[in-house]
């Protein structure tokens, strides 16, 4: 769950989230370095062309589409295999994350943006900016695997 910062930030403040590398992060700050955004949990497809990855509308099915959050996070991966689980060993190898993922912004060595909820200190600005899949996805349930590519959309890393 995500935590909202409560202290006002001061300018030129340095936050554990822009210093702190990844594999130094406690639990606590490794689940609130996750913005919310629920991009991680729409189905994908790697292009056997080029390795790109192709982000679809559908969202797994359990997906809570007002807080963007996995409703059963703890059993996640083994009710949907194709769940991303990052950990601090694997972010570099993981394929499915969007450019704007703060885990994969950090592991690259750049800063978190302006909507991120560790920055505003609001956990809901990452709606707010749009950069969310919030009312913008479906749930798998809808949609038969033999329909996943017709819903690729160019949204997700634009």
């Known amino acids: 769950p995500q935590t909202r ?10 936050e554990w989230w822009q210093t702190t ?31 790109q990855i192709l982000f679809t509308r559908v ?24 769940c991303i689980r ?22 690259e060595g750049s800063t978190l943006a302006y909507w991120h909820p560790l920055v505003s200190g609001d956990p809901d600005s990452v709606h707010r900016a749009g950069a969310s899949i919030r009312g913008r996805s479906i749930s798998a349930e809808y949609v038969h695997p033999d329909e996943l590519e017709a819903q690729i959309v160019r949204w997700v890393d634009e």
């Open 5 to 14: 910062n409560p202290r006002p930030r001061s300018a030129g403040m340095v």
């Open 21 to 51: 590398p990844l594999q130094d992060l406690n639990d606590e700050q490794w689940e609130a370095l996750c913005d919310g955004c629920a991009k991680c949990c729409l189905h994908k497809f790697e292009d056997e062309d080029n390795g």
């Open 59 to 82: 969202h797994c099915r359990f997906l809570d589409m007002e807080s963007c959050r996995c409703t059963d996070y703890a059993n996640r991966s083994d009710l949907e295999p194709a």
């Open 86 to 107: 990052l950990s601090k060993g694997t972010i570099a190898q993981q394929k499915g994350l969007p450019t704007s993922c703060a885990y994969r912004m950090r592991a």
